[in-house]
């Protein structure tokens, strides 16, 4: 069984960045793929980002190119989300995610973090 542990979340002001960390229990974490994901109040969840088991490949969506960065210490078991120039639509419940396949969609994933609240002011 896998737990995966949220923190960093946080009200800001639009500009300004967050850190957002996910640290996964077992001893397996480097096998599996992380990702990132978002609920705004009344829509849908959505892909943010996804980091591969090395870290060498990363995706991200096109909302989050350029601002957001994945990134993991497997020694850690922990995966980062780096937020800056955050804006007000940035405000959501993020989850971090485990799977055996690094993808985009939700469906690959098998392990969900409680999610952190991010709220960006304007």
């Known amino acids: 069984q896998v737990q995966l542990v949220e923190s960093g979340g946080g009200l800001m002001q639009a500009g300004g960045s967050l850190r957002l960390s996910c640290a996964a229990s077992g001893r397996t974490f480097s096998t599996y793929a992380m990702g990132w994901f978002r609920q705004a109040p009344g829509k849908d969840r959505e892909f943010v980002a996804a980091?591969?088991?090395?870290?060498?490949?990363?995706n991200y969506a096109n909302s989050a190119k350029g601002r957001f960065t994945i990134s993991r210490d497997n020694g850690k078991n922990t995966v980062y989300l780096q937020m800056n120039s955050l804006k007000p639509e940035d405000t959501a419940v993020y989850y971090c995610?485990?799977?055996?396949?690094?993808?985009?969609?939700?469906?690959?994933?098998?392990?969900w973090g409680q999610g952190t609240q991010v709220t960006v002011s304007s």
């Open positions: 980091i591969s088991r090395n870290g060498t490949n990363t």
């Open positions: 995610a485990l799977g055996v396949v690094f993808a985009r969609g939700g469906g690959a994933y098998n392990y």
